[in-house]
């Protein structure tokens, strides 16, 4: 089975058929995916803001990792459930679209971005966490991660412009 193949057939499941022809199924679909977005990235852009040191620079990059990660994460599931729901409605249209692509491509950039940061950039945190000048490395994560997630939402507002 091809990947157009399967975009077909999830266009045709009651799910996908009810996203594109409910009366209300599309619009609630977005604003839910829109209020996710508004929840995930823009906690995310804040901490990504400290670890750039741009913003809060006495305000300890551990405790603000604990504080705005859960509202991240939620944010980010209610985020991927509602775009799922959303592709299945539109899944040949996004398939063939470059936006989406993009979308797609970024999105594994913020993963693997967030990963290395994890790995490896955070290691040394207990000599960069609070008091000291950001390192050059953490800014690079953290201006990454905002350059990638706004790379994700503007291809995703052309998906919008182009799809439906």
Do not use: Q
């Not at 499941?13 to 990235?41: D, K, N, Q």
């Not at 609070?130 to 350059?147: D, E, L, R």
Request: charged share 10%; with cysteine.
């Amino acid at each position: 089975m091809s990947i157009l193949s399967l975009c077909e057939w999830l266009e045709n499941t009651p799910v996908g058929v009810s996203v594109r022809e409910s009366m209300y199924g599309f619009p609630i679909l977005v604003a839910i995916h829109v209020l996710g977005l508004t929840v995930s990235v823009g906690t995310l852009i804040w901490f990504d803001l400290r670890l750039a040191g741009v913003s809060m620079p006495h305000c300890p990059i551990s405790s603000m990792y604990r504080r705005l990660m859960p509202w991240t994460l939620v944010g980010f599931g209610v985020m991927f459930v509602s775009g799922a729901l959303l592709f299945t409605g539109f899944a040949t249209r996004a398939y063939g679209s470059v936006y989406f692509r993009i979308k797609l491509t970024a999105i594994v950039l913020a993963g693997i971005n967030a990963l290395f940061y994890h790995l490896v950039t955070e290691r040394g945190i207990a000599r960069w966490n609070a008091g000291v000048p950001t390192p050059t490395p953490v800014k690079f994560a953290g201006v990454i991660s905002i350059v990638v997630w706004t790379i994700v939402i503007m291809s995703g507002r052309m998906m919008s412009y182009t799809i439906f």
